[in-house]
């Protein structure tokens, strides 16, 4: 089941990649059915928040018409940098997929790990690894692209 969610987070990315913007995407499900979906648009509003975990959790919120997302999990291509990993601390997302890590800039087990600190009132499970290669992969080859364009 892991991998059909995480698929669809993929063809977000991948909607991300093809607007030239770094392809993260993410999706939210809900006892079994997925109630967001998004992908970083940070170039295109020219809004530093605009990654996809927030966009994916601001839509969650409208459609369950509250702030809290219990009984959800989000999926997503990359792992959370700290802005997103707060945001979804603070949201009570149950549990976060995460497809590849991020060495450089990740929250949430790379350089620190806010969703599992149990020094918050709420912790995030974390599963991570799940379809890495292909989650890898394609932001490897987008920076590979946008290093040979320049």
Same mark, same amino acid.
């Given at each position: 089941?892991?991998?059909?969610?995480?698929?669809?987070?993929?063809?977000?990315?991948?909607?991300?990649?093809?607007?030239?913007?770094?392809?993260?995407g993410a999706v939210i499900v809900r006892k079994g059915e997925?109630?967001?979906?998004?992908?970083?648009?940070?170039?295109?509003?020219?809004?530093?928040?605009?990654?996809? &975990?927030?966009?994916?959790?601001?839509?969650?919120? !409208? +459609?369950?018409? #509250?702030?809290?997302?219990?009984? =959800?999990?989000?999926?997503?291509?990359?792992?959370?940098?700290?802005?997103?990993?707060?945001?979804?601390?603070?949201?009570?997302?149950?549990?976060?997929?995460?497809?590849?890590?991020?060495?450089?800039?990740?929250?949430?087990?790379?350089?620190?790990?806010?969703? &599992?600190?149990?020094?918050?009132?709420?912790?995030? !499970? +974390?599963?991570? #690894?799940?379809?890495?290669?292909? =989650?890898?992969?394609?932001?490897?080859?987008?920076?590979?692209?946008?290093?040979?364009?320049?």
């Open positions: 089941m892991k991998e059909i969610y995480m698929q669809q987070a993929l063809l977000e990315a991948k909607k991300a990649m093809e607007i030239e913007e770094v392809p993260i997925i109630i967001a979906r998004a992908h970083n648009l940070r170039e295109t509003s020219k809004d530093p928040t605009s990654h996809a &975990e927030i966009l994916a959790i601001r839509k969650a919120s !409208e +459609v369950l018409g #509250g702030w809290r997302l219990t009984g =959800c999990d989000l999926y997503v291509t990359v792992e959370p940098c700290p802005m997103c990993a707060g945001a979804i601390m603070l949201s009570r997302i149950d549990r976060l997929v995460i497809g590849t890590m991020d060495p450089k800039g990740g929250a949430v087990g790379s350089i620190l790990n806010i969703v &599992e600190d149990e020094r918050f009132n709420h912790q995030t !499970e +974390v599963i991570r #690894g799940i379809m890495q290669e292909e =989650c890898a992969t394609m932001m490897k080859e987008f920076f590979r692209k946008l290093r040979k364009r320049k």
